[in-house]
């Protein structure tokens, strides 16, 4: 009979190991190691944050989870060198892509990801907290 339950992630590293092995054999023609890296920065200003960005690399993609620049110091160039910050750390790490997700309607976003090269590719519809999102993607290699 099979049972579920809880585990760690410690406790089924082996099992992984082995099993995508096999899987990446399959379908990436050999082992990939599968290297995950989180990131954070900050920009400052006088000594008090005035945005932050982060997201994580993974299987040769970066993605941004979050970005923010506080409301009156947006439209500055901030979230452009925090964009450009997390994509040079995609690129030393060599990730071939970077994606994230924003709201449909959030106009003043969509505008500003595709100011710097990042193009719509897809959707998620009711999402978070019942409202839909949309996909941007940029190649970096």
């Not at 989180?38 to 993605?63: P, W």
Request: glycine share 10%.
């Amino acid at each position: 009979m099979i049972t579920i339950s809880k585990s760690t992630k410690a406790e089924i590293a082996k099992f992984n190991y082995r099993e995508w092995v096999v899987a990446d054999d399959k379908y990436y023609g050999n082992h990939q190691r599968w290297i995950e890296r989180n990131f954070v920065f900050k920009a400052e200003e006088d000594g008090e944050i005035v945005g932050n960005i982060y997201g994580k690399f993974g299987g040769g993609i970066l993605y941004i989870d979050d970005l923010i620049v506080v409301k009156d110091k947006r439209s500055l160039g901030i979230g452009k060198m925090l964009m450009q910050k997390a994509e040079e750390f995609g690129l030393s790490l060599k990730a071939h892509k970077v994606w994230l997700i924003t709201g449909t309607t959030w106009t003043g976003a969509r505008k500003f990801y595709e100011s710097l090269g990042y193009k719509l590719t897809g959707e998620f519809l009711n999402h978070y907290k019942h409202k839909d999102f949309i996909i941007y993607e940029k190649p970096l290699m």
